[in-house]
């Protein structure tokens, strides 16, 4: 392996070593924890705009239930792409100094720099969050401490209250839904998440009809 991807990939044996440590392993470009409930994910998302002598790439953070990947029917045995995940951001996003998006290796002293900030950004912060995290609790939790919880996170916590059966919690995030997002572009997305609700939670929905 030659020039900038060599480099890279010294980045990423670096947090391998170092996340293993915390229970992470690797899978290709990801790092992944499990618990009986969610998966963690950490992700270096090469950009598609790097120089030819160089790699730029971003550290992806996510956690989402695996009640969540079987109610939309994706596999629970293996981590998802962090995309599809029910929380998500960037690395740095939970470091001290939040308006650092990307990094960028051309050769031996900025792979080491770039491993060594990413050490000690992802093991003092961000694998802290992920841990308290790695539960259906927990992302209950943390939604229902944000002011207005985002469509895809509405959608999340509904799936989650319907299957714990906490019909008062559950008619609110309907109605949230409702109310925020049931009109406009995502009106029939809205609407065919309640008819699926409606089918995989059949008792929980019909107590909020």
Known sequence: ?????????????????????????????????????????INLQKSRWSQPDEKTFYVNVAVTGKRLLAFDDEPTDKAPAYWKCAWYGRAEQFGREPKIQQWTVRDERTSADALDYLKRLICEFVIPIIKRNMSEAALLGMWSNQNAPGYPQLKSKAVLLAASGDIVGLREAIQSLRNRFGSGAVAAGVKGHIEKLRNKFPDAMKSIS
């Open 1 to 41: 392996m030659q020039g900038a991807d060599k480099y890279f990939l010294e980045v990423h044996k670096g947090l391998r070593t170092a996340l293993r440590q915390d229970g992470f392993r690797a899978s290709s470009q990801n790092f992944v924890l499990e618990s009986a409930e969610c998966w963690g994910i």
